[in-house]
T-cell receptor, first 109, second 116 residues
Framework: KNEVEQSPQNLTAQEGEFITINCSYS?????LHWLQQHPGGGIVSLFM???GKKKHGRLIATINIQEKHSSLHITASHPRDSAVYIC???????????FGTGTRLTIIP | NAGVTQTPKFRILKIGQSMTLQCTQD?????MYWYRQDPGMGLKLIYY???????DKGEVPNGYNVSRSTTEDFPLRLELAAPSQTSVYFC???????????????FGNGTRLTVT
């Protein structure tokens, strides 16, 4: 079993819909990252969380440490949000990150 | 700042050839990483470095070597290319704050390598 599980693997939605992508992990962590990989391949760091909630524009990330679960929400989705969203966790006492396999999001105009 | 710069963007190698993937960053980051990304798989750590002169193996180091002679540069060397090394390679770095272990990552644009 992977230490980091993302769901769904693929998500297609209409423009304007509210999007939720989930990430579950099985070990104690010091931080969780959400990354966005564009169709061209570049990877951008969206959020880093160790507790609570963060918001940037239309993106919201939450984490529940007790339940070992994080969600990434996108409000008023737009075709330019189409990308692969990747969750990664940093294990306690470790400089390395463990990555999920990503959620491919497609927003249809 | 240019951020993290990787070269080349694409490369085709024959089995047994060698090459170096270049990575440089201009943000004075202590931590640098090399990952590979295979289709349908999460990013896997090849090697990482917490500062100049210090390198350590990640999850999948076999067939690769690295060096970190300066803070800016972290080249990845493939000595005897094999088809299993066909992948997309990403270099990343993170900020040298006191809590840098929990700092956001900055990625290069990737190198698509094919070994035939």
């Amino acid at each position: 079993k992977n230490e980091v599980e993302q769901s769904p693997q693929n998500l297609t939605a209409q423009e304007g819909e509210f999007i939720t992508i989930n990430c579950s992990y099985s070990v104690g962590i010091s931080a969780l990252h959400w990354l966005q990989q564009h169709p061209g391949g570049g990877i951008v760091s969206l959020f880093m969380l160790s507790s609570g909630k963060k918001k940037h524009g239309r993106l919201i990330a939450t984490i529940n440490i007790q339940e070992k679960h994080s969600s990434l929400h996108i409000t008023a989705s737009h075709p330019r949000d189409s990308a692969v969203y990747i969750c990664a966790v940093r294990l306690r006492g470790n400089e390395k990150l463990t990555f999920g396999t990503g959620t491919r999001l497609t927003i249809i105009p | 700042n240019a951020g993290v710069t990787q070269t080349p963007k694409f490369r085709i190698l024959k089995i047994g050839q060698s090459m170096t993937l270049q990575c440089t960053q201009d943000m004075n980051h202590n931590y640098m990483y090399w990952y590979r990304q295979d289709p349908g798989m999460g990013l896997k750590l090849i090697y990482y470095s917490v500062g100049a002169g210090i390198t350590d193996k990640g999850e999948v180091p076999n067939g690769y070597n690295v060096s970190r002679s300066t803070t800016e540069d972290f080249p990845l060397r493939l000595e005897l290319a094999a088809p299993s090394q066909t992948s997309v390679y990403f270099c990343a770095s993170s900020h040298p704050k006191e809590t840098s272990i929990n700092s956001p990552l900055h990625f290069g644009n990737g190198t698509r390598l094919t070994v035939t």
